[in-house]
């Protein structure tokens, strides 16, 4: 089994949350995100059955965190923007097996673990 050394996190949040969704991951040691803006589909049986209200805009935050700090942040964004907070969040997390596009020092580190 691979062990894999970068995680994808995904939070999707009531619109107007991603910011505070970033400054919890900074925190913990995140180093940015991507933000894209979508619409949810819950209906009216999700609301009755969850007890919230649910607010149709969202904003989808992706950021790829090394995978030590995973549970660290995974913990935090339910604390602070989770299903119980106005951000009314969810996040998981996905690993990712190869990564390219990073700067220069952190590709060089990848290749030495590699090899």
Not at 56 to 63: G, L, Q
Not at 65 to 85: R, W
């Amino acid at each position: 089994m691979k062990n894999n050394k970068y995680e994808v996190i995904m939070c999707i949040v009531n619109s107007g949350f991603s910011e505070s969704v970033m400054d919890v991951a900074r925190e913990l040691g995140a180093r940015g995100g991507t933000v894209i803006r979508g619409r949810g589909t819950a209906n009216q049986e999700a609301e009755r059955l969850y007890g919230i209200a649910i607010q149709p805009e969202k904003e989808i935050v992706i950021i790829l965190v090394d995978s030590s700090l995973k549970n660290d942040i995974l913990h935090a964004l339910y604390k602070n923007v989770g299903l119980k907070t106005p951000g009314q969040g969810i996040a998981f997390a996905l690993p990712v097996e190869d990564v390219v596009g990073l700067n220069a020092e952190k590709l060089e580190s990848f290749d030495q673990n590699e090899g």
